[in-house]
């Protein structure tokens, strides 16, 4: 089997980040660390650039993901989904890491604009429907993932049905008193996970507590910390009246926020939001996300489009799964 950028990674001792900066010619990388991770390139055989039968067909034989933080449970998982399916059409993948903010935009852009791929696959890349409608102008292959818009293929998860079902059965369990532990607001997934969570309230007619909304102090990764949610569980369970059981919007979050009741030594139940890899060996009761999968397809419609540009666009929205373990017992 061809070795992937994940296999050059571990060899050199360095992220798939900077294999990526590596390759892309990022000025970011000491000399060392471009001369290790090249050296290892070069032992096994991997060649950034293309394959052959890519450069008689004046493709790059190359996708690039473009992902505003990588080393996070999440995007490996979309991650590892997308490099499956591009080994098996023997096609490159390259990664380009944006920085959320005010300059995404421009970032994205200016990415597209120097072609350095034959098709580009944003991964939780949110944008504004006027931006979106910007870049489709560009006329390069895209295919959303985490995310939605009507002019281009995408793979996403309702997020909003995921909430409300995490906080639908911690009201089937009995209780009243149901926190929402997030993160930053500005997060388009975080909006959507929000307004589940408020839509199962509303349907057993219990009333909307704004104090039960409840973040970390720490922004970095919007929040989506594991210290995010250890300061977060803190805050809950110092109120005069704590909340009696919490939908955590991620499983990384579920994992401070544990850490959190421990060292308090203040229990209650939590339902985290992902299902990663951890949650099943440490009992947490989850939403269940087809992280693997949506990379895996999301790539599949990418590779249709370079064949097929005047196609129909594909937009698959995957329904999440309850997955109930002790966390929640």
Same mark, same amino acid.
């Given at each position: 089997m061809a070795s992937t950028i994940y296999d050059i990674a571990k060899k050199a001792g360095v992220s798939i980040a900077t294999v990526s900066r590596v390759f892309n010619e990022s000025n970011n990388v000491s000399e060392a660390t471009r001369k290790r991770v090249l050296e290892v390139a070069e032992a096994v055989g991997y060649h950034p650039q293309a394959f052959a039968q890519g450069l008689a067909s004046k493709r790059n034989n190359t996708v690039m993901a473009v992902v505003p933080i990588i080393s996070n449970y999440f995007f490996m998982e979309v991650l590892g989904g997308i490099q499956d399916k591009l080994t098996e059409m023997k096609y490159e993948l390259t990664i380009f890491n944006v920085t959320s903010g005010e300059h995404l935009f421009e970032e994205v852009e200016r990415v597209l604009k120097r072609r350095w791929a034959d098709g580009y696959l944003f991964i939780s890349v949110h944008l504004s429907e006027e931006q979106w409608k910007r870049l489709q102008r560009l006329n390069v292959p895209i295919t959303l993932v985490d995310e939605h818009f009507e002019g281009f293929d995408s793979v996403s998860v309702d997020n909003i049905q995921g909430a409300y079902r995490a906080t639908k059965c911690l009201i089937s369990q009995g209780y009243k008193k149901i926190a929402m532990l997030s993160a930053l607001e500005t997060s388009k997934p975080i909006r959507d996970r929000l307004t589940g969570y408020?839509?199962? +309230?509303? @349907?057993?007619?219990? /009333? *909307?507590?704004?104090? #039960?909304?409840? !973040? &970390?102090? !720490?922004?970095? $990764?919007? &929040? *989506?910390? @594991? $210290? &995010? &949610? #250890? @300061?977060?569980?803190?805050?809950? +369970? !110092?109120? @005069? %009246? /704590? /909340? %009696?059981?919490? *939908?955590?919007? !991620?499983?990384?979050q579920a994992l401070g926020a544990l850490k959190a009741m421990e060292d308090v030594a203040k229990y209650i139940p939590i339902i985290g939001y992902d299902d990663i890899e951890l949650a099943e060996y440490i009992g947490l009761s989850t939403i269940r996300q087809p992280m693997k999968d949506m990379g895996y397809f999301a790539t599949q419609n990418l590779l249709e489009r370079l064949k097929n540009n005047s196609k129909a666009i594909s937009q698959t929205i995957y329904s999440p799964e309850l997955i109930l373990r002790s966390s929640t017992k």
């Open positions: 408020k839509k199962a +309230l509303k @349907e057993y007619m219990i /009333p *909307f507590c704004n104090e #039960y909304i409840v !973040s &970390g102090d !720490s922004v970095y $990764r919007d &929040g *989506f910390t @594991e $210290r &995010g &949610g #250890y @300061e977060a569980m803190i805050k809950m +369970l !110092s109120m @005069e %009246e /704590p /909340p %009696e059981a919490c *939908f955590c919007a !991620s499983d990384i």
